[in-house]
């Protein structure tokens, strides 16, 4: 049998056309060989067919929708390169020889509750043993993560194209590291919300620290308040409410003191103000005390210089007039002295004359005394001759 290479065929020379010439086909055999052509294209496309039926069964047609809330992987089991793509679009591979993986980007949800595993996404409740012993628990924790973009590849690589992630790497590390941080604290520091934020926080680092390496990342850990036993509970409450008394004391506390600064200050302020006052008040009656001490020195003075004056004007007036009694006394001294002398030299005759003048002045009343018809001697009733010299010499004066 004789087999003819379409694409080498070609008319020969001289013959006189082409493909619709006499001379094409050849003579003796073309028609049959036009058959085999049309049968071996007729196989071609039901193989054809057949292979995009079975892929497209297969979901391998050699494209993928990419959605936005997925992250695709390309793997080339050639070369064994992995591409990350984290656009959405339309992917094309080539089917058998690549492959498209499509991994959910959302975020995912672990819950811890009940106390029955039901599903990748939900686990028994946490239990925890505190640092003094007791043991407390959360009713409902959530872990909220999600995967890297850029780390898809590597997701793929650890935990598989079918979800893996969601089943292996949380449930794995998230009870181990939640009871370590959470344990630290005694259950009294527990009920603390700072304690609790910072445990909350150490666990999500620590969960980061072992997830991120396989392309998965915490976001947030959602932690009810931590139920202990009644008992414990109840002596928490107790504590909370003295707690809460000593917070309210000690605020009382810092109050009264800055209400004592305040009054101190404004005290204080009062008596500086008081204090200047008493100040300007004492500067005042100063300067009136020695202007009143400049006027009375100046009025003593002037008192002085006048008493001076009016003493001297005295003295002098007294002075004259006892000058003036001086020469007159003395001059009656003399006159007196004069007369002593006269009525020395004259001795009994000045008496008697003044003996005379004296019985001048007074009357007699004359009895006849009847034994003696003729007297010698007369007398006066109540007088002597000591007060008849005594007048006389009062009369002289």
Do not use: C
Not at 14 to 33: E, L
């Amino acid at each position: 049998m004789k087999t003819i290479d379409m694409d080498d065929a070609q008319p020969p020379s001289g013959s006189g056309g082409g493909p619709t010439g006499r001379g094409w086909p050849p003579q003796g055999g073309g028609g049959k060989g036009g058959n085999q052509v049309r049968i071996l294209g007729g196989l071609v496309l039901v193989f054809a067919v057949l292979a995009i039926v079975i892929l497209g069964s297969s979901g391998n047609l050699g494209i993928k929708a990419v959605e936005a809330n997925e992250v695709a992987v390309k793997v080339n089991y050639v070369t064994g390169d992995k591409e990350v793509i984290t656009s959405a679009g339309n992917k094309i591979y080539i089917p058998f020889l690549q492959e498209v993986f499509l991994l959910d980007r959302t975020p995912q949800r672990y819950e811890m509750s009940g106390t029955k595993q039901i599903s990748d996404a939900q686990a028994p409740y946490l239990t925890v043993r505190a640092s003094d012993g007791s043991n407390f628990s959360f009713e409902s924790l959530e872990i909220l993560y999600h995967i890297i973009p850029g780390m898809a590849d590597k997701i793929v690589e650890d935990s598989g194209a079918l979800g893996g992630f969601k089943r292996d790497w949380i449930r794995a590390y998230a009870r181990s590291i939640l009871r370590d941080e959470f344990g630290r604290f005694s259950s009294v520091e527990v009920a603390d919300p700072s304690s609790f934020g910072r445990a909350t926080e150490s666990s999500i680092d620590r969960l980061n620290e072992v997830l991120n390496p396989h392309g998965l990342s915490i976001s947030e850990i959602i932690t009810p308040k931590p139920r202990f036993d009644k008992k414990y509970e109840d002596a928490i409450e107790e504590r909370k409410v003295a707690d809460q008394e000593v917070d309210r004391l000690k605020m009382l506390e810092a109050q009264l003191v800055q209400e004592r600064a305040q009054q101190l200050a404004r005290v204080g302020k009062e008596k500086e103000i008081e204090w200047q006052g008493l100040q300007g008040d004492l500067k005042r009656r100063q300067l009136e005390a020695e202007q009143e001490a400049i006027r009375i020195t100046k009025e003593a003075d002037r008192y002085k210089v006048t008493r001076e004056a009016e003493g001297q004007q005295l003295l002098d007036r007294n002075l004259a007039q006892a000058r003036g009694l001086v020469s007159k006394y003395t001059k009656e001294a003399e006159g007196l002295v004069a007369r002593t002398e006269a009525l020395e030299k004259q001795g009994r005759v000045v008496v008697r004359e003044a003996l005379i003048a004296k019985l001048a002045r007074i009357r007699f009343t004359l009895v006849p005394y009847s034994r003696d018809a003729m007297p010698e001697r007369l007398e006066h009733s109540g007088l002597t001759d000591a007060a008849l010299l005594s007048g006389s010499k009062r009369g002289g004066n």
